[in-house]
């Protein structure tokens, strides 16, 4: 079945920095990639998604790029604020079906 | 906006009994999920439903669980005899489709604590 590799597992930036984290997976029939961002205790909620027949979509300060030959997709995040602290979960699925979750990274921003 | 809600948001039980954990899913969703996540760890998949049925199930999803749309708006999960393992945090989820990538739309969940 479909596995879903994340990394780093824990990230800190300053401020104003960019962070990146990336997925990897490993079912080439998957075809849908959100991101989630989970607060403690809190439900995931998602914060950009993107289909195999794209490479990269972007949403103000968030961005995904997806590599559908090396079966990787990544997070980037600009000008990051405390707010973003979280722990964001990559995802992958085909057909719309279950969501394979990455095991998280935990984004501390430091002001 | 509307939202999946989820009842309970705690539930605490011993060992051995039986829970009920319950989920209305947006309204005009037809796909329905639950996934758990124990303390830490990543969400996990534990089923999905559709058109009043089991679609897919996970190998978490035993004999110990099952799930049901009892009426029109209702989704629940009942594990019928807990164990110390299954204490986590359940998450209902629901899409308006089928077969075809879209959001999935997540509850607040139901922290479940087996003593």
């Known amino acids: 079945g479909e596995n879903v590799e994340q990394h780093p597992s824990t990230l800190s930036v300053q401020e104003g920095d960019s962070a990146v984290i990336k997925c990897t997976y490993s079912d080439s029939a998957s075809n849908y990639f959100p991101w989630y961002k989970q607060e403690l205790g809190k439900r995931p909620q998602l914060i950009i998604d993107?289909?195999?027949?794209?490479g990269e979509k972007k949403d103000q300060r968030i961005a995904v790029t997806l590599n559908k030959t090396a079966k990787h997709f990544s997070l980037h995040i600009t000008e990051t604020q405390p707010e973003d602290s979280a722990v964001y979960f990559c995802?992958?699925?085909?057909?719309?079906?279950?969501?394979?979750f990455g095991a998280g990274t935990i984004l501390r921003v430091k002001s | 906006e509307p939202e999946v809600t989820q009842t309970p948001s705690h539930q605490v039980t011993q060992m051995g009994q039986e829970v009920i954990l319950r989920c209305v899913p947006i309204s005009n969703h037809l796909y329905f999920y639950w996934y758990r996540q124990i303390l830490g760890q990543k969400v996990e998949f534990l089923v999905s439903f559709y058109n009043n049925e089991i679609s897919e199930k996970s190998e978490i999803f035993d004999d110990q669980f099952s799930v049901e749309r009892p009426d029109g708006s209702n989704f629940t999960l009942k594990i019928r005899s807990t164990k110390l393992e299954d204490s986590a945090m359940y998450f209902c989820?629901?899409?308006?489709?089928?077969?075809?990538?879209?959001?999935?739309?997540f509850g607040p969940g139901t922290r479940l604590t087996v003593l």
């Open positions: 989820a629901s899409t308006v489709l089928a077969g075809q990538p879209n959001e999935q739309f």
């Open positions: 995802a992958a699925s085909k057909r719309g079906n279950k969501l394979v």
């Open positions: 993107i289909r195999s027949n794209v």
